[in-house]
Nanobody
Framework: QVQLVESGGGLVQAGGSLRLSCAAS????????MGWYRQAPGKQRELVAT???????NYADSVKGRFTISRDNTKNTVYLQMNSLKPEDTAVYSC?????????????WGQGTQVTVSS
């Protein structure tokens, strides 16, 4: 069973930076697409950024130019560098991964890490 373990959340002032990491373990098959979602209190979960195994990326409009997603396939780890943070970025950030094993699609989620941006 694949496990996604996040780290790097915390409290930061507006304008500051944080780097989230998410390491996948528990499978001999690689995770194809990985990414980050977030959920703020009282709001629906929303996509932040995703990255495919080949490196192509996708970002929410609200984070374009401020956040950068990357991955190290040798470590099955995905990163989210967050710069110029705003109070509205405050949310629980969850790592997400999709694995295709033959014709079977499996989706995985991390436990979430809190990011709080103070004004």
């Amino acid at each position: 069973q694949v496990q996604l373990v996040e780290s790097g959340g915390g409290l930061v002032q507006a304008g500051g930076s944080l780097r989230l990491s998410c390491a996948a373990s528990g499978s001999r098959f690689s995770i194809n697409n990985m990414g980050w979602y977030r959920q703020a209190p009282g709001k629906q979960r929303e996509l932040v950024a995703t990255i495919a195994g080949g490196g192509s990326t996708n970002y929410a409009d609200s984070v374009k130019g401020r956040f950068t997603i990357s991955r190290d396939n040798t470590k099955n780890t995905v990163y989210l560098q967050m710069n110029s943070l705003k109070p509205e970025d405050t949310a629980v950030y969850s790592c997400w991964g999709v694995q295709y094993v033959f014709t079977i699609r499996r989706e995985y989620w991390g436990q979430g890490t809190q990011v709080t941006v103070s004004s």
